[in-house]
C-alpha cells in the first residue's frame, strides 16, 4: 500500500449553511390563548435568535430555524430551550408539547450531494439548566445510502446513541419506534443534540425526531399515585 | 451466470407483527379542557381499533397503536383519521394538531433484523373522505444499511415518493426537512402510508412522521387576506 493511500484525506468541514443544520419545531400550548402563547414565547427567545444569527421562519404549521455560524448546534439548543420554558410560563396550565426535527446533511429537500465534503467534528453542547422537567420520546435517523443486504449499519448508530443517553441518566426504557427521555429540558435537548452531531461525525444526513413534553396533568397523576 | 443465481426468491412475506407495523401519534387540542377532548376522541374511535385488532397504548406522552392483521396499513390509517376528526369536532375552536410517527421494519427499540423475510407488496390504502381539510408537513425517512460513499439511493426513494404526492395534488411547495400537504385528512394520511409501504416494499426499515393541522387560525387568516 502506498503512503498516500493510507493518509487520511483532510477535506475542509462543511460550514452549517452547506451542511443544511437546522430545525423545525411546533409548539403546542393546551389551552384556550393558544395563539398569544406561541406568539408571546418566540417574540420572548427572539434576542436569542438574533444574537445567534438564526434564521426563524414561522408558517402555519411549525417554525423552522436555520444556522448560519458556529457552534451551530449549540445556539439551535439554547433557543429552542427558551422558546420552550417561555411557552410554558406563558400558559394557563403550563402543559405545552414541542415537536422538533434536528437536521443535518441535506440543504435542500431534494439535494443531498455532501459526499465531497469533510463532515464537522462538533463539541457537547452546553445548554444552562432551565429548571423545568420534561417528559419526552426520541427517535434518531442516520440516513445511510443503500449497502449490502443484511448489514446492520444504521441499527449500530442508533444503539451507540441510546447507550450514550441512558450513561447520561437521560434516557430511561425503551418505547415502540422512540426511547424515553426524561430530565430538565436543557438536559434532554442537549443529549438529543449530542447524538445527532455524533452520528453526524460520520454520515452526512442525520435526522431526529423528539416529542418533548412539559407540565402534562399526565405526569402529576403519576406522582400522586 | 446460472440459472439459479437469476431466478427471483420468493420468500413468504413477513406478517404485520413480524415487521413491527404500527405508529405512535400525539394529539394536542389547543384548548382549556383538552384531556377531555383527548380522552373522548380516543374513546370515540375505540370500536374501530377493536374491529381492527389494532393495539393501542396510551402513555403520558403519546399513544402506540400496532397491527396486527392485513390489511395493516389501511387499517391503522382509518383509525387515526376518525381519531383526529373526533377530536378536531370535540374541541372549543376546532383546532387540533396530530404528529404522528408511522413504522415498519423494526419491531423492537434495537433489533432489525429482517434481512431474511420478504417484504410485502401492500396495495394503496382506501380510507373514506372526512369533510376536514388539514395542513401537514411530512418527512419519509428510508432507514437504509451503509454503502458507497457518494450513492444517494435514499433521496431518490423520497424524491419518487414526493413526485406520487404531486401527482395526487396532495403535495404542494418543498419545504426545509418536510414537504407541505394539503387536502382532506383522508386524502393526506393516505397519501402518506401509500408513500411508506411504497418504500417498504424494498426497504425493510421505513419511518415516515407527519405533522397534521386541523382548524388553525394561521389557515383563516390566509383566506381573509
Chains 1, 2 share one sequence.
Do not use: K
Request: charged fraction near 20%; aromatic fraction near 4%.
Amino acid at each position: 500500500m502506498s503512503e498516500l493511500r493510507e493518509r487520511p484525506t483532510h477535506r475542509p468541514a462543511a460550514s452549517p449553511r452547506e451542511l443544511g443544520i437546522g430545525m423545525r419545531f411546533s409548539l403546542h400550548p393546551h389551552c384556550d390563548d393558544f395563539v398569544a402563547v406561541i406568539l408571546g414565547a418566540l417574540n420572548d427567545a427572539r434576542a436569542t435568535a438574533e444574537a445567534g444569527d438564526l434564521v426563524v421562519e414561522s408558517d402555519d404549521v411549525s417554525t423552522y430555524v436555520g444556522a448560519t455560524a458556529v457552534p451551530a448546534e449549540e445556539r439551535l439548543v439554547r433557543y429552542l430551550a427558551e422558546v420552550v420554558v417561555a411557552a410554558h410560563r406563558r400558559s394557563r396550565e403550563g402543559h405545552v408539547v414541542a415537536h422538533v426535527l434536528l437536521s443535518r446533511g441535506c440543504p435542500g429537500e431534494t439535494t443531498c450531494d455532501l459526499a465531497l465534503t469533510g463532515l464537522p467534528v462538533v463539541e457537547p453542547v452546553r445548554v444552562p439548566a432551565t429548571g423545568v422537567e420534561c417528559r419526552a420520546q426520541w427517535s434518531l435517523y442516520p440516513l445511510l445510502d443503500g449497502g449490502p443486504e443484511g448489514s446492520r449499519d444504521h441499527m449500530a448508530h442508533i444503539e451507540a446513541a441510546i447507550d450514550a443517553a441512558r450513561l447520561r441518566g437521560v434516557a430511561s426504557e425503551p418505547a415502540h419506534y422512540a426511547t424515553r427521555l426524561g430530565g430538565d429540558v436543557a438536559e434532554v435537548l442537549a443529549t438529543v443534540a449530542d447524538a445527532w452531531t455524533a452520528v453526524g461525525a460520520g454520515v452526512p444526513h442525520v435526522v431526529s425526531h423528539l416529542t418533548l413534553s412539559v407540565g402534562s396533568p399526565s405526569v402529576g397523576e403519576e406522582a400522586a399515585r
